[in-house]
């Protein structure tokens, strides 16, 4: 089983789609082993998009996160990566595949309603950067 950590972004969240994306998140198979609700200061967005430090979207990005709250979760199924990647959809909510989550709540390349991990050194990363072992259940 493979862990990945899965943030419901502000935009989503001031919709009203947190429940519809959780209920998808389930619905595909994976297990919700943390979740929480959270508002990022600046300091903590851009600890947390500190890889992306010197792009053009980097403050932007930083100031969209922190603009209301999110919702991080721990999820959990076999490629929980490549799988939750692919419920996402693309980056670009424009580009992203029909029944997708960014094709349907996203708005811009920034307010694209979620995030995920890439890899699974960066899922342990941000896994950590939210919660702390205690906080995983199972």
Do not use: C
């Amino acid at each position: 089983m493979q862990k990945t950590l899965a943030l419901i972004k502000p935009d989503a969240v001031a919709i009203n789609a947190t429940g519809e994306i959780i209920k998808r998140i389930q619905t595909k198979g994976f297990r919700i082993k943390a979740m929480k609700m959270t508002r990022l200061s600046l300091e903590i967005a851009e600890d947390f998009y500190d890889v992306h430090k010197g792009k053009p979207f980097y403050d932007d990005l930083n100031s969209f996160m922190i603009s209301g709250p999110i919702v991080a979760m721990v999820l959990e199924k076999e490629n929980a990566i490549k799988a939750w990647r692919d419920l996402m959809g693309a980056t670009n909510f424009k580009e992203a595949a029909e029944g997708t989550i960014r094709k349907d709540f996203g708005s811009a390349m920034e307010k694209n309603a979620v995030h995920g991990s890439d890899a699974p050194e960066t899922a342990a990363r941000e896994i950590s950067f939210f919660f702390s072992k205690m906080e995983l259940v199972g």
